[in-house]
Structures are given as structure tokens and as C-alpha cells.
């Protein structure tokens, strides 16, 4: 069984006898990590009651479309925003015709056409059903509009008859599920990545750092994974577990930072530093807890090393990434950062009370040398995939062979 750990799963349920598995299968689901939201047409209650499924899930079950309470905030678009994929089993033929049509007359179908998640179908229904003519012309648009279609599985049916149209079981869902997120887009690859604050040591006691999470670093090294990398994750102090399928380092400081990343960034072909390195750090440790005094104090500081120009400058160098977290001017600041340090990329985001440190969305300005790209706010496990998908092209793109076109004298 596949892991979908921090995965958002929006699972539709329509009408048909094996609506009995879907209990299961949001069960499976949230043990293989995913959270799990469930939507169910009005044949499907026939079937299950929303009752099953909201003690399954843990959350309350969405039923109507046009939900006064609901839609008073664009409920199905948020629904749709929510989730990281939609997963619906059992897809039943007249649901899957309706998809096919684009068909948005329910909160389902609505919620499949509105999402810019990967949606998937596992259909169940009568053999009969199934090889008809009108479902296979209709399966065959769907797989052209990229619906991902898991099954159906054969054997003996409700109905007495044997033939294709069985529902995939739910641990053959939960696998195939998880494959969603593997993209293949850094295949073979290697990715060193960077995460939350550095420690910088004025006594046993106390030291300076700052509010960052660790969050987007551990979400990028995910995503980096997900899109078939191999990920070495260079962590300052978080409370964030390890990332699965990751080799996670842990250290303190900017300077123990610094050495274990060159220390590992020769096998890397991309360099993603997250992490919010303290720029400064005390001249001086003390050995022993500073006394309070009542004059005060003063502390000396001196710079910390530069950890994202120090890789950029190695040669050769990886394909260098760099955050820079803004309170204004972000396209200017993350342009100066670009350029001063000789990055191919920077991903610049403002620092706010609803994104950045600590928060769990936040929202990109893409800067390199073609311009800008903005990523809207969003969970940071879904930023993250996205902002993976763009470094893979950029990389592909500056790594691509190069043609030569010789031409006659």
C-alpha cells in the first residue's frame, strides 16, 4: 500500500451496490495518511447512509450543490481548492457519462469540472453496462481529457453475471492513489534541499533564530521525492517528523548547515535552499548561562556563511534555487537576489499573517532570467508540487542537449 501522508483526498461516492466498499476504502485512505473529505450524490445514499461515511472520515459529508450555508462562501470551489486529488468509487455509467458531457448539474460532477486536481474514476456496474457501446465511446473521451481510470476488475457481479465491472478493491486504490503524486519528472535526479531556522548559540540557554517552521522545505523535499528524486534533506531545529523516502540531516547551526550541504552537494543536480539561514551569529559563545545584570548587554555578531551563493559558485555547479521570504518589494528584492548571487531561480514569498512562517499555506513569485511567475496562495504541500514541476522543466530546459546546425560555405 502507497503512502499519502499530508495528501488532501476528496472522495465521490455515486449510486451502486458497491458503495458498500467506499466505508473501507476512506478508512484505507487515512491510514495510508491521506485526509479525507467524501461527497455523495443522491443515489449513493441509497445505498450508504452519510452517516457511515462522516464516522469513516471524520468530517461532515457534502451532499448539495446549492447549499445556502455552504455556497454563502463558494463552498464547491472550495472544496475543489481543498483537494489534492479526486478519487471517485464507485463511479457508476451514468456518472461517468455525465463527466464525459461536462455535465456540472450536482456537486460531484461540479466539484470534478471546478478542481485542478488530478481526477480519477473507479467504475462499477453491470458487465453488460460495461461493454456497451455508449460507456466504451464515453471511458475513451474521458482518458482524453486526463481522467485517470482505475479498473474495473472481473469476477462475479451483484447481479449474478460474471465479467468486467467489478470495483478495484479498496488496497488496489490506495496504491493507485498514491501513484498520482509520482510524477517521474526528476527521475534519476539527485536534490539537496534546505529547511527551517538555524540555532545560533550566545549561551547554553539561549540563541538567535527565527519563526520559520520548516514547513515549505519539508513539503518541497516531498514533492521533490514524489517526482522521483533522490532527496538529501538538510534540516535546521524543527518539530516537523521526518519526510517518508527522504534522507533527512540534522543540524543547529548556519555554519554546521553550510558544511553539510557542501559536503553533499557534489552528487547534487538541483540545490533547493528553503531554509531561513540566519544572516548573523555571536562572536562569542559562552560557556555558562549569562547572568541577568541590570546595566544590560551588547552582543558582537558577525556574518554567517552564505550558503546559497557558496553553492552557486562551486563549479559545476547544481541547478541553485533560492527562497527569499519579503515584507515588500518582492520582484525586486527576489530580482537583486537572482543577480547578486547567480541563481537560475528564486522563489520569493511575502511574509504575512496568513502566509509564510509557521502558517500552513503560502503563495510564490517565480523570478529567473525569463521573467516572473506567480503562484497563487495555497496549501504548501500543493505549492510545492507545483513549484517542483517548474524547476524540473527550468532544469530540463538549461540541461537539454544542444543542437548544432552546420550550414554549406
Same mark, same amino acid.
Given at each position: 500500500?502507497?503512502?499519502?501522508?499530508?495528501?488532501?483526498?476528496?472522495?465521490?461516492?455515486?449510486?451502486?451496490?458497491?458503495?458498500?466498499?467506499?466505508?473501507?476504502? %476512506?478508512?484505507?485512505?487515512?491510514?495510508?495518511?491521506?485526509?479525507?473529505?467524501?461527497?455523495?450524490?443522491?443515489?449513493?445514499?441509497?445505498?450508504?447512509?452519510?452517516?457511515?461515511?462522516?464516522?469513516?472520515?471524520?468530517?461532515?459529508?457534502?451532499?448539495?450543490?446549492?447549499?445556502?450555508?455552504?455556497?454563502?462562501?463558494?463552498?464547491?470551489?472550495?472544496?475543489?481548492?481543498?483537494?489534492?486529488? %479526486?478519487?471517485?468509487?464507485?463511479?457508476?455509467?451514468?456518472?461517468?457519462?455525465?463527466?464525459?458531457?461536462?455535465?456540472?448539474?450536482?456537486?460531484?460532477?461540479?466539484?470534478?469540472?471546478?478542481?485542478?486536481?488530478?481526477?480519477?474514476?473507479?467504475?462499477?456496474?453491470?458487465?453488460?453496462?460495461?461493454?456497451?457501446?455508449?460507456?466504451?465511446?464515453?471511458?475513451?473521451?474521458?482518458?482524453?481529457?486526463?481522467?485517470?481510470?482505475?479498473?474495473?476488475?472481473?469476477?462475479?457481479?451483484?447481479?449474478?453475471?460474471?465479467?468486467?465491472?467489478?470495483?478495484?478493491?479498496?488496497?488496489?486504490?490506495?496504491?493507485?492513489?498514491?501513484?498520482?503524486?509520482?510524477?517521474?519528472?526528476?527521475?534519476?535526479?539527485?536534490?539537496?534541499?534546505?529547511?527551517?531556522?538555524?540555532?545560533?548559540?550566545?549561551?547554553?540557554?539561549?540563541?538567535? &533564530?527565527?519563526?520559520?517552521?520548516?514547513?515549505?522545505?519539508?513539503?518541497?523535499?516531498?514533492?521533490?521525492?514524489?517526482?522521483?528524486?533522490?532527496?538529501?534533506?538538510?534540516?535546521?531545529?524543527?518539530?516537523?517528523?521526518?519526510?517518508?523516502?527522504?534522507?533527512?540531516?540534522?543540524?543547529?547551526?548556519?555554519?554546521?548547515?553550510?558544511?553539510?550541504?557542501?559536503?553533499?552537494?557534489?552528487?547534487?543536480?538541483?540545490?533547493?535552499?528553503?531554509?531561513?539561514?540566519?544572516?548573523?551569529?555571536?562572536?562569542?559563545?559562552?560557556?555558562?548561562?549569562?547572568?541577568?545584570?541590570?546595566?544590560?548587554?551588547?552582543?558582537?555578531?558577525?556574518?554567517?556563511?552564505?550558503?546559497?551563493?557558496?553553492?552557486?559558485?562551486?563549479?559545476?555547479?547544481?541547478?541553485?534555487?533560492?527562497?527569499?521570504?519579503?515584507?515588500?518589494?518582492?520582484?525586486?528584492?527576489?530580482?537583486?537576489?537572482?543577480?547578486?548571487?547567480?541563481?537560475?531561480?528564486?522563489?520569493?514569498?511575502?511574509?504575512?499573517?496568513?502566509?509564510?512562517?509557521?502558517?500552513?499555506?503560502?503563495?510564490?513569485?517565480?523570478?529567473?532570467?525569463?521573467?516572473?511567475?506567480?503562484?497563487?496562495?495555497?496549501?504548501?504541500?500543493?505549492?510545492?508540487?507545483?513549484?517542483?514541476?517548474?524547476?524540473? &522543466?527550468?532544469?530540463?530546459?538549461?540541461?537539454?542537449?544542444?543542437?548544432?546546425?552546420?550550414?554549406?560555405?
Amino acid at each position: 500500500m502507497g503512502s499519502l501522508i499530508n495528501k488532501r483526498i476528496l472522495m465521490g461516492v455515486t449510486g451502486g451496490i458497491a458503495a458498500y466498499k467506499s466505508a473501507d476504502l %476512506v478508512r484505507r485512505l487515512r491510514d495510508a495518511g491521506a485526509e479525507v473529505r467524501v461527497v455523495m450524490t443522491r443515489s449513493a445514499t441509497e445505498f450508504i447512509t452519510p452517516l457511515t461515511l462522516q464516522a469513516v472520515s471524520g468530517h461532515p459529508v457534502h451532499q448539495r450543490l446549492l447549499d445556502t450555508d455552504a455556497e454563502a462562501g463558494m463552498g464547491h470551489i472550495e472544496l475543489a481548492r481543498w483537494a489534492d486529488a %479526486v478519487l471517485v468509487a464507485p463511479a457508476s455509467a451514468n456518472f461517468l457519462a455525465r463527466l464525459a458531457q461536462g455535465r456540472a448539474d450536482d456537486l460531484l460532477s461540479a466539484l470534478c469540472l471546478a478542481t485542478g486536481a488530478p481526477v480519477a474514476v473507479a467504475p462499477a456496474m453491470n458487465q453488460q453496462m460495461w461493454n456497451n457501446t455508449a460507456t466504451q465511446s464515453n471511458m475513451a473521451l474521458l482518458k482524453k481529457n486526463a481522467i485517470r481510470i482505475f479498473g474495473p476488475a472481473e469476477g462475479s457481479q451483484a447481479c449474478g453475471e460474471i465479467g468486467p465491472g467489478r470495483m478495484l478493491e479498496p488496497l488496489e486504490l490506495v496504491t493507485l492513489a498514491s501513484a498520482l503524486f509520482a510524477t517521474g519528472e526528476l527521475d534519476g535526479q539527485t536534490v539537496l534541499v534546505t529547511a527551517g531556522p538555524t540555532w545560533e548559540a550566545i549561551d547554553p540557554v539561549r540563541g538567535l &533564530t527565527n519563526r520559520s517552521s520548516g514547513k515549505m522545505g519539508y513539503a518541497v523535499a516531498e514533492a521533490a521525492a514524489e517526482a522521483g528524486a533522490r532527496v538529501i534533506l538538510v534540516s535546521g531545529p524543527t518539530s516537523l517528523p521526518d519526510p517518508e523516502r527522504v534522507r533527512t540531516l540534522r543540524v543547529e547551526s548556519a555554519q554546521q548547515m553550510h558544511d553539510t550541504v557542501h559536503k553533499h552537494a557534489a552528487e547534487a543536480d538541483i540545490f533547493i535552499g528553503v531554509a531561513a539561514v540566519a544572516d548573523y551569529r555571536p562572536t562569542r559563545t559562552a560557556d555558562r548561562k549569562i547572568k541577568k545584570i541590570d546595566a544590560g548587554m551588547t552582543l558582537e555578531l558577525e556574518r554567517t556563511p552564505d550558503i546559497l551563493a557558496s553553492v552557486a559558485a562551486l563549479r559545476p555547479a547544481p541547478f541553485t534555487v533560492g527562497f527569499a521570504a519579503e515584507t515588500e518589494d518582492l520582484e525586486q528584492h527576489a530580482r537583486a537576489k537572482l543577480e547578486n548571487k547567480k541563481l537560475d531561480l528564486v522563489a520569493a514569498n511575502r511574509v504575512g499573517t496568513d502566509t509564510g512562517f509557521a502558517s500552513d499555506d503560502n503563495s510564490l513569485l517565480l523570478v529567473d532570467g525569463d521573467g516572473v511567475t506567480e503562484l497563487p496562495i495555497q496549501p504548501k504541500t500543493k505549492l510545492a508540487r507545483e513549484l517542483i514541476h517548474h524547476i524540473a &522543466t527550468r532544469y530540463r530546459a538549461k540541461n537539454a542537449p544542444r543542437v548544432h546546425v552546420f550550414r554549406r560555405p
